[in-house]
């Protein structure tokens, strides 16, 4: 499933976060690497407190450096200039997609948290929006903990809402748990009455006895479902526990992957952004302000509310 990871690179220590991860990656799956720069039009002085990289000379050579510096002699590192200037590097990333036929991108979160990001989105959010394909975003530690910055992935919480199209999600924690050796925590998050959101919070409102009914059976349906996730996966050789939670979902599972150890989080999401995803009550922004830890977001149907 992950054979080629697409790396984009502004020329930033913080950009460079994403690199153990990708080399980390690479060598479990055997995957080659594509790293790439997008030449951004009348870009400022500075990215992230560094030297913006305007020329597609500069910018071979930079990406050059980093494949010698970052990767592994055998493993297979492309680099690749857009020299065209670009007004929109999300999008001219996402198209990137089509042309480099890359099956996961890895990288940093450029965005500055809270609200603002939740209604605008970062850069790597609007890749996600825009692409196809998984995107593991890597949350940037604090500037003086970069360069001792490690990428592990011994466990991986898999969010589920006992739905087909979530199930991608799991299907790439899969060959990821596989590759890496690592441990799978599935979880489901069954919203208490207090807790929904959208159109359900509306109807639980004006209906409290039915909607607490409802999430009864839900509840008994979550722990059914998980019973037989595991007993697929436990038959397939992974090593799995899940659990069925109360709550509100992006506080849930942020709280469960603390208490797992979890490395990484695996989420189905339908790309989400903007004031889109701040209505809809979208779980993957919710998810990525909370939590410090790797996200992987796999892409699944528009219409599914968890992402």
């Known amino acids: 499933m992950f054979k080629h990871l697409l790396v984009p690179l502004d020329g930033s220590d913080l950009a460079e976060v994403a690199l153990p991860a990708a080399a980390y990656l690479a060598d479990r799956l055997h995957a080659s690497v594509t790293l790439v720069h997008i030449v951004e039009r009348d870009a400022s002085a500075e990215v992230h407190g560094a030297r913006h990289l305007t020329s597609p000379d500069e910018a071979y ?26 007004d929109d590097v999300a999008l001219s990333i996402a198209n990137h997609i089509e042309e480099l036929h890359p099956d996961l991108i890895v990288m940093c979160t450029h965005g500055r948290g809270g609200l603002r990001d939740v209604l605008y989105g970062s ?12 995107v593991l975003l890597i949350q940037p530690p604090p ?38 050796r690592a441990e799978l925590h599935l979880v489901l998050v069954v919203p208490t009455l207090s807790t929904l959101s959208g159109d359900r919070a509306g ?30 996966l436990q038959a397939d050789g992974i090593p799995v526990t899940a659990e069925v939670a109360r709550g509100a979902p992006g506080a849930v599972i942020v709280k469960t992957a603390a208490r797992a150890k979890a490395d990484v989080i695996v989420l189905g999401t339908h790309g989400r952004t903007g004031m889109d995803a701040f209505w809809s009550g979208s779980t993957a922004p919710k998810v990525s302000g909370r939590s410090d830890l790797p996200l992987l977001l796999v892409p699944v149907a528009r219409d599914v509310a968890l992402g």
């Open 203 to 232: 109807v639980g409102r004006l209906l409290p006895g039915a909607t607490a009914q409802l999430l009864e059976i839900s509840l008994l349906e979550a722990e059914a479902y998980l019973i037989g996730q595991v007993k697929r």
């Open 123 to 134: 850069i790597a959010q609007q890749v996600v929006s825009h692409g196809t394909i998984p």
């Open 61 to 86: 050579a930079y990406l050059n450096e980093v494949a010698a510096r970052a990767f592994a002699p055998q493993q297979q590192v492309e680099c690749h200039v857009h020299d065209v200037q670009m």
């Open 143 to 180: 500037e003086s903990a970069r360069i001792t910055f490690t990428f592990a992935c011994g466990c991986l919480l898999v969010p589920l809402d006992a739905s087909p199209e979530h199930e991608r999600g799991l299907q790439a924690a899969v060959e990821l748990a596989r590759a890496c």
